[in-house]
């Protein structure tokens, strides 16, 4: 592991950001081109909304695969949650331009009207919180209410996943694959604080 380790480490940031932008280009070229569906709005939707929510998986996987195989690939779990909230805030402007016209009163009546924007603009808000603490100030001034607020990401990935589902007429097996992976996820992490726990609870026994 320390071999691969290695080859991690020399992974810079901006190559994660180059990497991430490649799903943007190809979204433009089938734009641009005429490769989308019959709904070119709604592939538009579903793409960044898509992309966005596979960064945020990705950057969950980050801490479990560290403590489960030892390969640390920390330094870049940053860029990674920052690709998620942008890939999510052009999914947000693609329905808000593109779909409802800027049109603010149609907005909020679909929002009340359909449980699926709820679960979305919820997990969006939470993602607009953990972007703007990505920071080293953030950090050094939160101390260690910042774990806990980055936290939250777990929860903002479930609220996507039930955003994804609901706005679906049928589930197929990629979404339900998805959200297990997450749910998935969430068990090791929820597995390795329980761990935590009883190792503290012992060492004040002792």
């Known amino acids: ?10 992974i810079p940031e901006w190559a994660v950001w180059l990497a991430g932008a490649l799903p943007l280009a190809l979204l433009a070229y089938d ?7 019959v709904d070119p709005i709604r592939d538009i939707e579903h793409r960044l909304g898509r992309t966005a929510l596979y960064f945020l998986i990705g950057s969950l996987t980050i801490t479990p695969v560290r403590k489960l195989f030892r390969i640390n690939a920390t330094h870049l ?21 593109f779909d409802m016209g800027l049109l603010w009163s149609q907005m909020l009546k679909d929002v009340v009207k359909r449980p ?4 979305g603009m919820t997990a969006f808000v939470i993602l ?35 955003h994804w589902l ?28 329980v761990s935590g726990r009883r190792k503290v609870s012992l060492k004040t026994a002792g």
Do not use: D, E
Not at 31 to 37: A, P
Not at 116 to 119: E, P, R, V
Not at 172 to 193: D, M, S
């Open 1 to 10: 592991m320390q071999r691969v380790n290695g080859y991690l480490r020399r």
């Open 31 to 37: 734009t641009l081109t005429g490769g989308l569906g």
């Open 77 to 97: 779990r940053r860029a990674l949650g920052l690709l998620a909230f942008s890939y999510a805030v052009l999914h947000l402007l693609a329905w808000v331009v």
């Open 116 to 119: 699926y924007l709820i679960f």
């Open 128 to 162: 607009v919180i953990l972007a703007v603490t990505s920071n080293r100030y953030s950090i050094r001034r939160l101390g260690r209410r910042w774990g806990r607020l980055h936290k939250l990401v777990y929860a903002a990935a479930i609220l996507a996943c039930l």
């Open 166 to 193: 609901w706005a679906l007429k049928l589930w197929g097996p990629w979404p339900l694959f998805c959200t297990g992976l997450i749910l998935g996820l969430l068990l090791v992490r929820f597995g390795y604080w």
